[in-house]
């Protein structure tokens, strides 16, 4: 992670994202790799999504906590504005600086984001397009994305068998809260059963 969010702003967008996703996917083929699943967490699962609709050859994957269709979203503005403050604390960042930097932040994340929601918006309508095994994995008390999103996906995904998962007391980040163990094992057990 970067210790200044206005890189994620400044440097980043969804088509470089997109772009990221695109070139290791390549890299990955270009080492003899002929089975690939992929997946993200988050604005993550957007790309993986998006990756399986437009590959075919991709053997799976899924999302964690992504907001790909959505539910009466919280506000994401809200929260990354207060992870951003906490970031800057964090890295010992000066009260004038933080100050200074929040204001940015403050006067262009939502650009960022009405970006991010059309590229998401794009995704969303080529769900049927999924043919591929796909996991969902869902924290129930997440404070980022509507846990009532993850349904709403995977009624979505009307050519793919979904395998869906809900993590009761979890919150965004399921890949190193307290749910980290049980979607461990659920992970395994999907792919144990894609790669047979």
């Known amino acids: 992670m970067t210790p200044d969010f206005m890189d994620i702003l400044q440097q980043g967008s969804p088509e470089k994202w997109w772009a990221d996703t695109q070139a290791a996917i390549a890299f990955l083929k270009s080492k003899g790799y002929q089975h690939i699943s992929i997946f993200g967490i988050s604005l993550g699962g957007t790309f993986a999504a998006k990756a399986l609709e437009m590959d075919p050859d991709?053997?799976?994957?899924?999302?964690?906590?992504?907001?790909?269709?959505?539910?009466?979203?919280?506000?994401?503005?809200?929260?990354?504005?207060?992870?951003?403050?906490?970031?800057?604390?964090?890295?010992?960042?000066?009260?004038?600086?933080?100050?200074?930097?929040?204001?940015?932040?403050?006067n262009h994340v939502d650009d960022m984001l009405t970006r991010i929601a059309d590229f998401t918006?794009?995704?969303a309508d080529h769900l049927p397009e999924i043919h591929q095994p796909y996991f969902i994995g869902?924290?129930?008390?997440?404070?980022?994305?509507?846990?009532?999103?993850?349904?709403?996906?995977r009624d979505s995904l009307v050519n793919?068998?979904?395998?869906?998962?809900?993590?009761?007391?979890?919150?965004h980040m399921i890949t190193v809260n307290k749910a980290h163990k049980q979607l461990e094992s659920d992970l395994s057990q999907f792919l144990t059963k894609l790669y047979e």
């Open 121 to 123: 918006a794009t995704v």
């Open 58 to 106: 991709l053997t799976g994957g899924g999302s964690f906590g992504s907001p790909i269709l959505r539910k009466r979203q919280f506000s994401v503005h809200d929260t990354f504005m207060r992870m951003a403050k906490a970031n800057y604390i964090r890295y010992h960042i000066s009260e004038a600086e933080m100050n200074s930097k929040l204001e940015w932040l403050e």
């Open 160 to 171: 793919a068998q979904v395998s869906y998962h809900e993590y009761p007391g979890a919150t």
């Open 138 to 153: 869902q924290g129930l008390a997440d404070e980022i994305v509507n846990p009532g999103s993850a349904s709403l996906l």
